[in-house]
Nanobody
């Protein structure tokens, strides 16, 4: 059984920064691509960023490009999302997720390609 536990959310003013972390256990973390998704109140869950199993490839949704950075530490089974220049529209519950297939070269942007999810961490950006 895979467990993903997010941390690092909170309340921040617009223009500020937060660093989310996701601790993984129960599967060989280093062989699976990982992703971050978010869900704002009244909206559907949306893709934010993804990283390949080796960390060599990353992909971002357009609205966060240049502001967010996804990274991973395979030695520590940890995924990160550095969020800078935060905006009120970034307010959401952020989820980390594990790709269903190991060693995939192409990072995935749709939720149904991920089979394990964390419980989420709230990020609130005030204006």
């Amino acid at each position: 059984q895979v467990q993903l536990v997010e941390s690092g959310g909170g309340l921040v003013q617009a223009g500020g920064s937060l660093r989310l972390s996701c601790a993984a256990s129960g599967r060989t973390f280093s062989t699976y691509p990982m992703g971050w998704f978010r869900q704002a109140p009244g909206k559907e869950r949306e893709f934010v960023a993804a990283i390949s199993w080796s960390g060599s490839r990353t992909y971002y949704t357009d609205s966060v490009k240049g502001r967010f950075t996804i990274s991973r530490d395979n030695a520590k089974n940890t995924l990160h999302l550095q969020m800078d220049s935060l905006r009120p529209e970034d307010t959401a519950v952020y989820y980390c997720a594990a790709d269903r297939a190991p060693f995939r070269l192409q990072v995935q942007t749709t939720a149904d390609e991920y089979d394990y999810w964390g419980q989420g961490t709230q990020v609130t950006v005030s204006s």
